[in-house]
């Protein structure tokens, strides 16, 4: 998505460790005319999928998420990082490790809203190592949806995690794919 590689170019601020601040459009603040333009570019890839649900994982998959589901017409439910007081009942829970935050934690969904009938486009900000993919998959795994694909917004290319997900046959659209970056320069793949 062009519009997205721009906005990355004239926004965007490369920190150190491989991280790409995005904060003024995407991750804190929310450029709500481009939200939409996200929403309706992921719609538009996925369109003809069959997909009854959008997956993501709290909290800045949430915006993108919302505004593809509007799009679509389908509910999106966003998994927990842990189980709260309000998410009751049984639950499907999935270890993920952060390798940007070097943390472990669940990610939970109550088993109301994920089921077998479902076929699922699992949607993120960000994919980096893909940790976080791989516990929303394992989610609908446990649920036994159907998982149509991956939507996202930016892919770090160079942690590998996109890159594994398709070899493993897991269809994954990125808005942008950036394949190096450096304080000076960032190159996308195409
Ligand atoms: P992975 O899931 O692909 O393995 O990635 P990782 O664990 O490294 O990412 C952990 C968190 O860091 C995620 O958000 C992810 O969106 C975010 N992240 C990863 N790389 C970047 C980056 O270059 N720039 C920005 N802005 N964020 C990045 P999170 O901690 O779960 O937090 P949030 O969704 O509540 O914001």
């Known amino acids: 998505m062009q519009r997205m590689e721009e906005m990355i170019l004239t926004q965007g601020k490369v920190l150190p460790g491989g991280i790409l601040k995005v904060g003024s459009f995407l991750n804190q603040q929310i450029d709500s005319v481009f939200l939409r333009e996200m929403g309706e570019e992921i719609a538009s890839l996925y369109s003809g999928s069959g997909v009854t649900k959008i997956l993501?994982?709290?909290?800045?998959?949430?915006?993108?998420?919302?505004?593809?589901?509007?799009?679509?017409?389908?509910?999106?439910?966003?998994?927990k990082k842990h189980r709260t007081s309000n998410v009751d009942g049984a639950i499907y829970a999935a270890p993920v490790h952060s390798f940007t935050h070097g943390i472990d934690y669940q990610a939970v969904v109550s088993t109301d809203y994920l089921t077998d009938r479902d076929t699922v486009l699992i949607v993120d900000d960000f994919l980096a190592s893909g940790n976080a993919l791989h516990g929303l998959v394992d989610l609908c795994g446990q649920a036994g949806a159907r998982v149509a694909g991956m939507a996202i917004a930016i892919e770090k290319c160079f942690q590998g995690g996109g890159d594994e997900l398709r070899a493993a046959g897991y269809r994954v659209e990125s808005l942008a794919m950036i394949d190096s970056m450096t304080d000076t320069e960032i190159t996308f793949r195409r």
């Open 56 to 79: 993501t994982i709290e909290s800045s998959g949430i915006a993108i998420a919302a505004a593809a589901g509007i799009v679509m017409g389908v509910p999106v439910v966003f998994a």
